[in-house]
């Protein structure tokens, strides 16, 4: 088990691919903003892929163990710490009954930090998924993020812990951050030339947007466009923004969503349908890199890629959370 002391800026339960197959009723699929964090977090301790670990967005938590066990940290290095003294990342760490990890904030790369215990956490799985919604405030842990008390239980690990610490990844395993995020994107379903002018179009993939301060697990919000995006005056019956449309269902996750003149991600926790175009969709293999974008520090910029290209890459991912990553 695992006490919260300082519940941090924002942090929660959440595994991956999520809570799949209820965006017909308007619910998002959650789950963990890196996938491959947590994916390799998990690797370290012996976990299913896909397992729930604790996300941890912008730091400062701190939490106490009431038991043994074995963990993993992979994301943003928020100089993790166990009992004062710092532990590596991308390293499985045996801690023991009555010891403190604390992490202090967000570092020079990325934005969220996972934190994989053997044997997952314990929280009930609901809809198919143990993540948590925070803006439908269910899943995870009470549906909600974590607070100071709250008391964590850990599942049962797949193997015993003696042979499960020191497990590192392999360096060219870890993924690389940036302060700029190239995002392969796919273009549609409302494009050139009825939506969107060619030279619009062409301004998106070729510029860089700055991450918004108000980019939260629902939505990355980016900078403003520039005149001459849009192809027409209004939206017609959608209403009287170029950008509206009549309402239809958004490809979650990863639509870049038009909401009057801002560029907005949707991604985990976003709506599931609207009245504003999507101009493109960011491929799953790339994900992960919305998570680790930090809020106003950040820029993204987005790459064309085919749909051939985006699912080799996904299977290229795919590929990672095996023992041949493992040095």
């Given at each position: 088990?695992?006490?919260v002391?300082?519940?941090?800026?924002?942090?929660?339960?959440?595994?991956?691919p999520?809570?799949?197959?209820?965006l017909?009723?308007?619910?998002?699929?959650?789950?963990?903003?890196?996938?491959?964090?947590?994916?390799?977090?998990?690797l370290?301790v012996?976990?299913?892929?896909?397992?729930?670990?604790?996300?941890i967005?912008?730091?400062?938590?701190?939490a106490?163990f009431?038991?043994?066990a074995v963990?993993?940290?992979?994301?943003s290095?928020?100089q993790p710490a166990v009992?004062?003294?710092?532990?590596?990342?991308?390293?499985?760490?045996?801690?023991?009954?009555?010891?403190?990890?604390?992490?202090s904030?967000?570092?020079?790369?990325?934005f969220r930090t996972?934190?994989?215990?053997?044997?997952?956490?314990?929280v009930?799985?609901?809809?198919?998924?143990?993540s948590?919604?925070?803006?439908?405030?269910?899943?995870?842990?009470h549906?909600r993020?974590?607070?100071?008390?709250?008391?964590?239980?850990?599942?049962?690990?797949?193997?015993?812990?003696?042979?499960?610490?020191?497990?590192?990844?392999?360096?060219?395993?870890?993924?690389?951050?940036?302060?700029?995020?190239?995002?392969?994107?796919?273009?549609?379903?409302?494009?050139?030339?009825?939506?969107?002018?060619?030279?619009?179009?062409?301004?998106?993939?070729?510029s860089?947007f700055?991450?918004?301060?108000?980019?939260?697990?629902?939505?990355?919000?980016?900078?403003?466009?520039?005149e001459?995006f849009f192809?027409r005056?209004?939206?017609?019956?959608?209403?009287?923004?170029p950008?509206?449309?009549?309402d239809?269902?958004y490809?979650?996750?990863?639509?870049l969503?038009?909401?009057?003149?801002?560029?907005?991600?949707?991604?985990?926790?976003?709506?599931?349908l609207?009245?504003?175009?999507?101009?493109?969709?960011?491929?799953?293999?790339?994900?992960?890199?919305?998570?680790?974008?930090?809020?106003?520090?950040?820029?993204i910029?987005?790459?064309?890629?085919?749909?051939?290209?985006?699912?080799?890459?996904?299977?290229?991912?795919?590929?990672?959370?095996?023992?041949?990553?493992?040095?």
């Amino acid at each position: 088990m695992l006490k919260v002391i300082n519940p941090g800026i924002e942090v929660i339960v959440e595994d991956w691919p999520g809570r799949l197959g209820y965006l017909g009723k308007g619910m998002a699929p959650s789950g963990a903003l890196d996938n491959v964090a947590l994916g390799l977090a998990n690797l370290l301790v012996g976990n299913p892929h896909g397992e729930a670990g604790i996300e941890i967005a912008g730091g400062y938590f701190e939490a106490e163990f009431g038991a043994d066990a074995v963990i993993g940290i992979a994301g943003s290095d928020m100089q993790p710490a166990v009992n004062g003294q710092p532990v590596p990342m991308w390293e499985s760490i045996k801690v023991g009954k009555g010891d403190k990890i604390k992490f202090s904030h967000f570092g020079n790369y990325g934005f969220r930090t996972y934190l994989a215990v053997a044997g997952g956490i314990d929280v009930p799985v609901y809809l198919g998924s143990k993540s948590t919604c925070i803006f439908g405030s269910y899943g995870g842990y009470h549906g909600r993020k974590l607070q100071a008390g709250d008391v964590l239980d850990f599942g049962k690990p797949a193997r015993g812990l003696e042979g499960l610490g020191g497990r590192k990844i392999k360096k060219e395993a870890i993924p690389e951050y940036a302060r700029e995020w190239v995002l392969r994107a796919v273009p549609g379903p409302n494009t050139c030339p009825d939506y969107v002018t060619e030279e619009g179009m062409n301004y998106l993939f070729s510029s860089a947007f700055k991450i918004q301060h108000s980019s939260n697990r629902s939505a990355y919000r980016l900078q403003e466009l520039k005149e001459g995006f849009f192809a027409r005056e209004d939206g017609g019956v959608g209403g009287s923004h170029p950008s509206n449309i009549v309402d239809h269902a958004y490809a979650m996750r990863g639509a870049l969503n038009i909401c009057g003149n801002t560029p907005v991600l949707l991604i985990g926790d976003g709506p599931t349908l609207g009245g504003y175009m999507c101009v493109l969709s960011v491929i799953n293999a790339d994900l992960w890199k919305v998570g680790q974008g930090t809020p106003s520090r950040d820029y993204i910029r987005f790459e064309l890629c085919t749909r051939e290209e985006a699912v080799m890459a996904r299977k290229d991912q795919r590929a990672l959370f095996n023992e041949e990553s493992l040095a």
